[in-house]
């Protein structure tokens, strides 16, 4: 007998699945999620999420980009091995500006990534909603809601009335 | 992002009774009303058929001239860079007006994916995937060229700053060492964007699959997404920002390039209208090779609602305003030689018009400025097989305009006695001609693995994903 992660509703329309998101978010709980085919606009205020802050991870990769890029020019071309040439200074920002532009933004477009990996905890293979019988569906053209049953508020009837309430298509259960 | 939910239920401003404004009809992203499953059905349909015929010809056919790269590489590197027709005073032949042309297709690709987003063009989203494979496969064609110019390749990591028997680190004042970091960063970025774009297009294709081999890869590559809103939430910020990035990166790629040119002494280079320039021109050969490749798919997998008229006609209107653009380019180079009274830049540019070279000038100005102009009527517009016949017409005049400026400037340059008159070798043109096969390998895989369209982007920007549609 599989251990049950929560509750799962199944809905037709971006409509539909958003005034579920509405009422889930009013009723407090905090440990559910809303599985998508696209990003639906609107649906962040909907679950009650703040703005994301992948944004903080681009920009600590762009200083650090950036500042790799200045300091190596440097460090090569004016301290390590002096190259000089027709008699132009050792070290100018200006001849260095090219390259620390492209690493500001090699850097930042990793960090970026990575920030978002990490905020998704991305890799990430294993998870109820894959083995669901309908995955395919919410890939697709369907909207699901789920409940974990790890949410404080959860409860067998209770979560269960809610999500009756909101018109799904369908409930089932989500196997741990 | 505003609330949608709050904007409906708020009251419209008064002054819209007042004036009862005409609804302006928006153009369908999708014609004929598709449904979500529609679109999925489609675009997955085309890497889950059995491999059509047609297919296995164009690869055989594309690696049979993919070889040609293959075996002109390997002459080279056992023979030398002689083999190619380089000779005082032409030392950069074909080999930097295919690198500059290769990199230059790329940029449409990135154009549509990165600044066609920022400005919430929504009409990229069936395109932007085939033109950021293009971008890829591009890029790789381009590095093969200075990477092999170097002519000793196995010592092509010098061009890095890694500490090498010689404890000499790279001269970083030189354009190009800017070249090799901004074109190994534009190709890396273009990676990264095109893959975290596939993502959740990958997961839909592992939850179809009914392989065991084909659930594992496309689901190792997915790597578990599952369509959740708390990660679409920090995915969109995330594209979001690979756009914004990639703005300025595609931008910068272009004028750095351009400097190649631009920072040296020679004649008909060293202008400063070159960066722009150069910029303008990499999106219009971008934007007719993404009309060269996407027409033919276009036909062949029946993808008229997808790609409606209404993107070709937004379309032909870029190949249309770069076109322009590059011609004013070009008279304006004119311009600034006249105006500039140097002796050797208004030589350089009345050879170019009216040298040994003019050929290829003429060539290049009726493909590049005239050409184009043609788009300016619907009806040109809405006649695919002329659109296609144009953007071959754009793809053929930016390889010249490339050839025109390195060559006609540097086989006519300060010292008469040195003048020479560059003609490619035959390794030249087949190693050149291979690329074509290359980039076409790799394109064949791209649309026979990869879902050749954004579903998920797509979906989104039809009316029935609004929440408030009805």
């Known amino acids: 007998m599989a251990k049950k992660y929560g509750l799962i509703a199944k809905f037709d329309t971006p409509a539909d699945i958003m005034h579920a998101a509405e009422k889930v978010r009013d009723a407090g709980y905090k440990q559910w999620d809303v599985i998508t085919p696209f990003p639906i606009h609107g649906m962040d205020p909907a679950m009650g999420l703040k703005r994301s802050i992948v944004p903080r991870f681009t920009i600590v990769g762009g200083t650090l980009g950036f500042t790799t890029g200045m300091s190596m020019i440097w460090f090569t071309n004016a301290y390590d091995y002096k190259i000089l040439i027709g008699g132009k200074p050792l070290f100018s920002p200006m001849f260095a500006f090219p390259v620390s532009y492209e690493l500001t933004i090699l850097f930042s477009a990793f960090a970026s990534i990575a920030g978002m990996f990490i905020m998704n905890k991305l890799p990430m293979h294993y998870h109820p909603m894959l083995k669901h019988k309908e995955v395919a569906a919410s890939s697709d053209d369907k909207f699901f809601l789920y ?26 259960e989500l196997d741990d | 992002m505003a609330s949608a939910h709050s904007s409906s239920s708020e009251p419209k401003p008064a002054i819209l009774a007042e004036v009862n404004p005409v609804d302006i009809p928006r153009a369908a992203m999708v014609d ?37 790269t293959l075996f002109g590489l390997v002459y080279l590197v056992s023979t030398g860079v ?6 005082n005073p032409v030392n950069w032949g074909w080999a930097i007006v295919n690198f500059v042309f290769w990199i230059g297709i790329g940029h449409a690709g990135t154009l549509i994916s990165a600044i066609l987003c920022l400005l919430r063009q929504k009409w990229r989203t069936s395109i932007n995937r085939a033109a950021e494979a293009m971008t890829i496969f591009a890029v790789v ?40 970091f901004a074109v190994s960063t534009y190709g890396t970025v273009s990676v990264l964007f095109w893959y975290v774009g596939l993502l959740p297009d990958l997961a839909t294709i592992r939850d179809r699959c009914t392989s065991k081999v084909k659930q594992v890869l496309y689901g190792f590559f997915a790597l578990g997404w599952r369509g959740s809103n708390r990660h679409w939430r920090n995915y969109e910020m995330c594209y979001l920002l690979l756009a914004g990035l990639s703005t300025p990166l595609v931008l910068s790629v272009h004028t750095i390039v351009s400097f190649d040119f631009a920072i040296s002494l020679v004649p008909g280079w060293h202008t400063t209208i070159f960066p722009p320039y150069f910029v303008a021109g990499a999106i219009f050969s971008g934007f007719g090779m993404v009309l060269t490749l996407m027409l033919p798919l276009r036909a062949v997998y029946r993808l008229e609602d997808l790609i409606t008229q209404y993107h070709i006609d937004c379309m032909t209107k870029i190949v249309l305003a770069t076109g322009t653009m590059v011609g004013y380019a070009y008279g304006m180079e004119f311009f600034i030689a006249a105006y500039g009274a140097n002796d050797f830049e208004i030589f350089a540019f009345v050879n170019r018009a009216f040298g040994n070279y003019a050929w290829a000038y003429w060539i290049m100005i009726s493909c590049n400025v005239i050409s184009p102009q043609f788009f300016w009527f619907k009806s040109i517009r ?31 340059d300060f010292v008469p006695s040195s003048w020479g008159y560059y003609s490619p070798t035959v390794v030249d043109i087949f190693t050149y001609l291979g690329t074509f096969g290359l980039f076409s390998v790799l394109f064949l895989l791209f649309i026979r693995f990869l879902p050749l369209m954004a579903m998920a982007e797509i979906k989104a920007v039809t009316p029935q994903a609004d929440p408030h549609h009805h």
């Open chain 1, 147 to 172: 409940i974990e049953t790890a949410d404080p508020q959860y409860s067998e009837e209770s979560t269960r009335s809610l999500l009756e309430s909101l018109n799904p298509v369908e409930i089932d």
């Open chain 2, 141 to 180: 064609c381009a590095g093969l060229f200075p990477v092999f110019h170097v002519g000793r390749v196995w010592l092509a990591w010098f061009l890095f700053p890694l500490p090498n028997a010689n404890a000499i680190w790279p001269n970083f004042r030189s354009a190009l060492l800017w070249d090799v």
């Open chain 2, 32 to 68: 004929n009303n598709r449904s979500f499953n529609w679109i999925t059905e489609k675009i997955c349909g085309i890497i889950e058929e059995k491999t059509p015929t047609w297919w296995w010809v164009l690869f055989i056919i594309a690696c049979c001239t993919a070889s040609f």
């Open chain 2, 382 to 412: 809405e006649n695919t097989t002329l659109v296609w016949i144009i953007s071959i017409f754009v793809n053929v005049g930016m390889w010249f305009e490339r050839f025109v400026i390195t060559v006609t400037s540097l086989s006519r």
């Open chain 2, 82 to 87: 002689g083999v190619w027709g380089l000779a």
